[in-house]
């Protein structure tokens, strides 16, 4: 019994304490944010990249408004405690960097703060890395391992970042990120190089590295198992998740622009997915919105193919007709692509529809044909048959039954009839 009440206690002092992180997150994340900003434009620092600045800040703000809202909503599951931690390492400890070079730049020793600042630079980015990419898709969407055995993808990460963190906090000298100041740890020790000159970071990176392949693993394991709401959640955090894979191609984009458009959208996608399939909220619409993708995706892929092809072909005719090039090939693209756009994603929505969602495109094909014969048929048991037949191949239901309400205008009519031949 005591055991029991003090469960409930905890769990109580949880949701209490989760609401109050819940309001602090946003305003603490954004001060960091601020703070950031502030410090670096008085230090006379220029931003050489502010659009990929500006991308990074908005996706860890998603972070830290989704992960407010788990905690607050959901403090039991660790999900939300997770996204909240993100957000906070990201938006407050590179405010420690800057006031750590500029507590320097402006009185020529650090005070305590700015040893706060700096030594926090010196090892949380690899936590951040830990959690983003081995703990969270690891532990989605409850907050628990698969099973024990899962331990053993989630130890050795563990371990490489535990060691690490240890070894940048004890790092003899510490530096900058994005400022080059150098003040001596307090608690460092002696000869003890920045961790990412060690030969062990190269052991610590291997084990971070085992563990975003076993969380990848986790991933598609339940998703295979899930059955249900858990398929339905699964299926947003994969969703998100495969912006993931674009990021190594960015750099090779044609805009920059773009590539942070991209870097943006992953960003903003996952936490967004993440809070929507933890609360539950219109999870069954990720269906809708994985078809659409593949439609319109692929659509857009196509289009653009026949338009750019379009284009060279049609400049190439008119250099070997005239001799010169002409705005002509530009324009009878644009009218092909614009005669094309609707026959072809009707056809696009067909394979599609056929290859991924075969049940949905079979029932489809089934409703119109039952369409087509309630038109037609006049006996109501025919009719019966038919509508048992119906909701039996689209629904698949346990037990289909049919009841027919009696028409008493009819009845009166089969009545009055009965009677006239009983009198004849």
Same mark, same amino acid.
């Given at each position: 019994?005591?055991?029991?009440?003090?469960?409930?206690?905890?769990?109580?002092?949880?949701?209490?304490? #989760?609401?109050?992180? #819940?309001?602090? +997150?946003?305003?603490?994340?954004?001060?960091?944010?601020?703070?950031?900003?502030?410090?670096?434009?008085?230090?006379? +620092?220029?931003?050489?990249?502010?659009?990929?600045?500006?991308?990074?800040?908005?996706?860890?703000?998603?972070?830290?408004?989704? #992960?407010?809202?788990?905690?607050?909503?959901?403090?039991?599951?660790?999900?939300?405690?997770?996204?909240?931690?993100?957000?906070?390492?990201?938006?407050?400890?590179?405010?420690?960097?800057?006031?750590?070079?500029?507590?320097?730049?402006?009185?020529?020793?650090?005070?305590?703060?700015?040893?706060?600042?700096?030594?926090?630079?010196?090892?949380?980015?690899?936590?951040?890395?830990?959690?983003?990419?081995?703990?969270?898709?690891?532990?989605?969407?409850? #907050?628990?391992?698969?099973?024990?055995?899962?331990?053993?993808?989630?130890?050795?990460?563990?371990?490489?970042?535990?060691?690490?963190?240890?070894?940048?906090?004890?790092?003899?000298?510490?530096?900058?990120?994005?400022?080059?100041?150098?003040?001596?740890?307090?608690?460092?020790?002696?000869?003890?190089?920045?961790?990412?000159?060690?030969?062990?970071?190269?052991?610590?990176?291997?084990?971070?590295?085992?563990?975003?392949?076993?969380?990848?693993?986790?991933?598609?394991?339940?998703?295979?198992?899930?059955?249900?709401?858990?398929?339905?959640?699964?299926?947003?955090?994969?969703?998100?998740?495969?912006?993931?894979?674009?990021?190594?191609?960015?750099?090779?984009?044609?805009?920059?622009?773009?590539?942070?458009?991209?870097?943006?959208?992953?960003?903003?996608?996952? @936490?967004?997915?993440?809070?929507?399939?933890?609360?539950?909220?219109?999870?069954?619409?990720?269906?809708?919105?994985?078809?659409?993708?593949?439609?319109?995706?692929?659509?857009?892929?196509?289009?653009?193919?026949?338009?750019?092809?379009?284009?060279?072909?049609?400049?190439?005719?008119?250099?070997?007709?005239?001799?010169?090039?002409?705005?002509?090939?530009?324009?009878?693209?644009?009218? +092909?692509?614009?005669?094309?756009?609707?026959?072809?994603?009707?056809?696009?929505?067909?394979?599609?529809?056929?290859?991924?969602?075969?049940?949905?495109?079979?029932?489809?094909?089934?409703?119109?044909?039952?369409?087509?014969?309630?038109?037609?048929?006049?006996?109501?048991?025919?009719?019966?048959?038919?509508?048992?037949?119906?909701?039996?191949?689209?629904?698949?239901?346990?037990?289909?039954?049919?009841?027919?309400?009696?028409? @008493?205008?009819?009845?009166?009519?089969?009545?009055?009839?009965?009677?006239?031949?009983?009198?004849?």
């Amino acid at each position: 019994m005591s055991t029991r009440l003090t469960s409930q206690e905890g769990a109580r002092f949880l949701l209490h304490f #989760g609401r109050v992180m #819940g309001w602090l +997150v946003v305003p603490l994340y954004a001060i960091g944010i601020f703070a950031s900003y502030w410090l670096a434009n008085r230090l006379g +620092v220029r931003d050489e990249h502010p659009l990929e600045r500006v991308v990074l800040a908005v996706g860890f703000g998603a972070f830290a408004v989704v #992960g407010a809202l788990l905690v607050a909503k959901r403090p039991l599951n660790p999900i939300g405690w997770i996204l909240a931690a993100i957000a906070l390492m990201a938006g407050l400890f590179p405010a420690g960097d800057s006031y750590a070079a500029y507590a320097i730049s402006t009185r020529g020793h650090p005070d305590a703060l700015a040893f706060v600042g700096a030594w926090v630079q010196s090892w949380y980015w690899l936590l951040l890395i830990s959690l983003t990419f081995v703990y969270l898709p690891l532990l989605f969407p409850d #907050g628990r391992l698969l099973s024990r055995r899962w331990l053993l993808v989630a130890v050795p990460p563990a371990i490489g970042t535990l060691g690490a963190v240890v070894l940048g906090a004890l790092t003899e000298r510490l530096s900058g990120q994005d400022f080059g100041y150098r003040i001596d740890n307090p608690i460092g020790m002696e000869g003890l190089a920045p961790v990412e000159d060690l030969p062990l970071f190269g052991v610590f990176t291997g084990l971070l590295f085992f563990g975003i392949v076993g969380a990848v693993g986790s991933v598609v394991v339940r998703f295979r198992r899930s059955r249900g709401i858990e398929r339905q959640q699964m299926k947003w955090f994969v969703y998100a998740g495969a912006l993931l894979l674009l990021l190594p191609v960015q750099d090779s984009l044609p805009a920059a622009i773009v590539s942070s458009v991209l870097l943006g959208l992953t960003f903003i996608a996952l @936490p967004t997915a993440i809070g929507i399939a933890v609360l539950r909220y219109r999870l069954y619409e990720i269906d809708i919105i994985i078809n659409r993708t593949l439609v319109y995706g692929s659509l857009t892929a196509m289009l653009v193919a026949v338009y750019f092809g379009g284009i060279v072909a049609l400049q190439r005719l008119f250099v070997a007709l005239t001799g010169e090039k002409s705005t002509l090939a530009v324009v009878a693209s644009t009218l +092909v692509i614009a005669a094309l756009f609707n026959p072809l994603r009707r056809r696009v929505q067909g394979v599609v529809d056929r290859r991924f969602y075969r049940r949905k495109y079979d029932a489809a094909k089934t409703l119109a044909a039952f369409g087509t014969r309630l038109r037609e048929e006049t006996n109501l048991d025919a009719l019966r048959d038919e509508v048992v037949r119906v909701v039996s191949t689209t629904m698949h239901p346990a037990h289909v039954s049919l009841w027919l309400l009696p028409d @008493p205008e009819l009845e009166a009519r089969s009545a009055a009839f009965r009677q006239f031949g009983h009198d004849e």
